[in-house]
Every structure is written in structure tokens, then in C-alpha cells.
T-cell receptor, first 115, second 113 residues
Framework: DQQVKQNSPSLSVQEGRISILNCDYTNSMFDYFLWYKKYPAEGPTFLISISSIKDKNEDGRFTVFLNKSAKHLSLHIVPSQPGDSAVYFCAASGNRGSTLGRLYFGRGTQLTVWP | DSGVTQTPKHLITATGQRVTLRCSPRSGDLSVYWYQQSLDQGLQFLIQYYNGEERAKGNILERFSAQQFPDLHSELNLSSLELGDSALYFC????????????FGPGTRLTVL
């Protein structure tokens, strides 16, 4: 049962343009959401997070938007750079029951930024 | 560099064998988490330890066990290995046992032949 879903396995964007990666979740107990970036043969690297009390969090070129009513979050990268090419994972956790402490991951989206 | 270290980086072994994966968390972090990444299942949570005690368990097989030592490093023991156990095993750490950002190590690639 995939509680965090990334429905686009891949995304291709031209350098300088905006990359938008999407994520949906099903569990209402999730209250903390994260994006990780992963290169081949490396561990996931933390990128940005957002608490459910916010609807937007920004860090440099990266912005995460959270729509709780739609159970949807997105990661915007502006402007996109070739070095951003990697697999991006959406993850979620909560403060109650089975969601406590552990992260639930989506399957990832391969972002390719071309010159 | 996340500050989380894992050894070994690669491990090749045969079915039926037993292996131990080791993880050292970031300095100051009390929680250690283990995840398995396989091609068909994605990143799956296995188990969490906080300051030496087990705090949460995911879909971890009975053939797998883990512990966290007084110096906070952790070991994941995999026994009676099967071909399907071939995967990447990641360790992560955080400074609390609740909702928090987890920082991942580089992983151990296990190949069971």
C-alpha cells in the first residue's frame, strides 16, 4: 500500500526553466514532508522540508508547496541547472501511531536538466 | 557528506549466509533508522532505534535483526540470506525519535548469489 505516490517516473526540463515535481499522499496522519535528492551509488540527500502548519517553504532555488486539502505537495526548482539532474524522492512522516518517526517514501522522479 | 557512515560499501555473499551491516550516526544524533531499497519495492523502512532502544518497526523480516550500542552505532544483521535480499541498505540518523529530518548514509549494496 503506497501511501506516498510520485506518479511521474521522469521529467525532462531545459536549463534555466522551472522544474515541478509532484507528490500525493493518502494518510491524514502525515504532518511533516520532505524532499530528498539522490545520485546513483549515493544515499538520499536532504533537500527541503515542510510542516503541515505551513503551505510553503523556500530555500534558495527550491520551494515546496503543500496543499493539505488535496493531500498534494510539489517541489519547484527555479532556475533548473544540469547539476540538478538526479532522482527526487518525496517522503512523509507523522506524530501518531504507525507514522511516528519513520519516513514513507514515494518511488521517485528522475529529473533530467538539459542544456 | 551527511556525517552518517556505513560499512561495508559493497557485500557479496551466498544464499544461506549471514552478514552484518554497520552504521555510525551523525555526531549528537540519538536515532538510527534502517531502510531497504530494492528495485520492486522502493525505499522501505525496516526499523528504528533511539538511544539504544527499539522504537519502531516496519516490514522487517524475522531473519533480520538490529541493535544500537552504547556508543550509538548500529548494526543490522541479515541471516539465512535469500536471492531476494539483494538490495541497497541505508542507515539514517536524526537527533530525536519523532518527526524530524533524517540524514542518510551512503548505503551498503548487498548482493546475494
Amino acid at each position: 500500500d503506497q501511501q506516498v505516490k510520485q506518479n511521474s517516473p521522469s521529467l525532462s526540463v531545459q536549463e534555466g526553466r522551472i522544474s515541478i515535481l509532484n507528490c500525493d499522499y493518502t494518510n491524514s496522519m502525515f504532518d511533516y514532508f520532505l524532499w530528498y535528492k539522490k545520485y546513483p551509488a549515493e544515499g538520499p540527500t536532504f533537500l527541503i522540508s515542510i510542516s503541515s502548519i505551513k503551505d510553503k517553504n523556500e530555500d534558495g532555488r527550491f520551494t515546496v508547496f503543500l496543499n493539505k486539502s488535496a493531500k498534494h505537495l510539489s517541489l519547484h526548482i527555479v532556475p533548473s541547472q544540469p547539476g540538478d539532474s538526479a532522482v527526487y524522492f518525496c517522503a512523509a512522516s507523522g506524530n501518531r501511531g504507525s507514522t511516528l518517526g519513520r519516513l514513507y517514501f514515494g518511488r521517485g522522479t528522475q529529473l533530467t536538466v538539459w542544456p | 557528506d551527511s556525517g552518517v557512515t556505513q560499512t561495508p560499501k559493497h557485500l557479496i555473499t551466498a544464499t544461506g549466509q549471514r552478514v552484518t551491516l554497520r552504521c555510525s550516526p551523525r555526531s549528537g544524533d540519538l536515532s538510527v533508522y534502517w531502510y531497504q531499497q530494492s528495485l520492486d519495492q522502493g525505499l522501505q523502512f525496516l526499523i528504528q532505534y533511539y538511544n539504544g532502544e527499539e522504537r519502531a518497526k516496519g516490514n522487517i523480516l524475522e531473519r533480520f535483526s538490529a541493535q544500537q550500542f552504547p556508543d550509538l552505532h548500529s548494526e543490522l544483521n541479515l541471516s539465512s540470506l535469500e536471492l531476494g535480499d539483494s538490495a541497497l541498505y541505508f542507515c539514517a540518523s536524526s537527533d530525536t525519535h519523532t518527526t524530524d529530518t533524517q540524514y542518510f548514509g551512503p548505503g551498503t549494496r548487498l548482493t546475494v548469489l
